[in-house]
Nanobody
Framework: QVRLVESGGGLVQAGGSLRLSCFAS????????MGWHRQAPGKQRESVAV???????NYADSVKDRFSISRDNTKSTVWLQMNSLKPEDTAVYYC?????????WGQGTQVTVSS
């Protein structure tokens, strides 16, 4: 079993930066990918950035060139560096890891970008 704890959300002005962290514990050796999703009020949850164990990275078009995902070699921590934040980035951000075919979610951290 894998458990996730996120941190780093908050309130920032447009154009600012935030760095989200997600610490994984438990059976982290079974993790095949790590990533971040977000859900804005009234909208569906969407993938923001994903990094596989082979370090293949995919970003949503809306965050390319502004966000950067990385992880440590032990697969225990994944970060999301968010630059040039826009009001439309406001959402609850969720850490996600995949263990085999199963998705495991963190509790979410609120990111609010003021204009």
């Amino acid at each position: 079993q894998v458990r996730l704890v996120e941190s780093g959300g908050g309130l920032v002005q447009a154009g600012g930066s935030l760095r989200l962290s997600c610490f994984a514990s438990g059976s982290i050796g079974d993790i095949t990918s790590m990533g971040w999703h977000r859900q804005a009020p009234g909208k569906q949850r969407e993938s923001v950035a994903v990094i596989t164990i082979g370090r293949t990275i995919n970003y949503a078009d809306s965050v390319k060139d502004r966000f950067s995902i990385s992880r440590d070699n032990t697969k225990s921590t994944v970060w999301l560096q968010m630059n040039s934040l826009k009001p439309e980035d406001t959402a609850v951000y969720y850490c996600n890891v995949r263990v085999g075919g199963i998705s495991i979610w963190g509790q979410g951290t609120q990111v609010t970008v003021s204009s």
